[in-house]
């Protein structure tokens, strides 16, 4: 079993910067590929970003790619997104979520989700 936390949503104008961290505990924790997925009011929920257990490779939703940043401390099992030049359609809850591997998270899919993190983007 593996738990995700979140945390770092925030009310921020657009142009600002927010980082979420998503701390992951359970004995397998550290060998899962993590990433982050959204949904906004009345959308469907979407993959952001993903990172494999080792943190070499990175993945990125055409939205995103160039403005948010994953990355991964392995020591303390800790997962961040780094959210630069917010946009309104940002907006969203933003959900840490584990797998065995990147393409899971990348089609959708995953073994672990976190409670979610509100992000707030105003114009």
């Known amino acids: 079993q593996v738990q995700l936390v979140e945390s770092g949503g925030g009310l921020v104008q657009a142009g600002g910067s927010l980082r979420l961290s998503c701390a992951a505990s359970?004995?397998?924790?550290?060998?899962?590929?993590m990433g982050w997925f959204r949904q906004a009011p009345g959308k469907e929920r979407e993959f952001v970003a993903a990172?494999?257990?080792?943190?070499?490779?990175?993945y990125y939703a055409d939205s995103v790619k160039g403005r948010f940043t994953i990355s991964r401390h392995a020591a303390k099992n800790t997962v961040y997104l780094q959210m630069n030049s917010l946009k309104p359609d940002d907006t969203a809850d933003y959900y840490c979520?584990?797998?065995?591997?990147?393409?899971?998270?990348?089609?959708?899919?995953?073994?672990?989700w976190g409670q979610g993190t509100q992000v707030t983007v105003s114009s």
């Open positions: 979520a584990a797998a065995l591997n990147p393409s899971r998270l990348r089609s959708g899919e995953h073994d672990y």
């Open positions: 359970g004995r397998t924790a550290s060998s899962h590929a």
């Open positions: 990172i494999s257990w080792s943190g070499i490779s990175t």
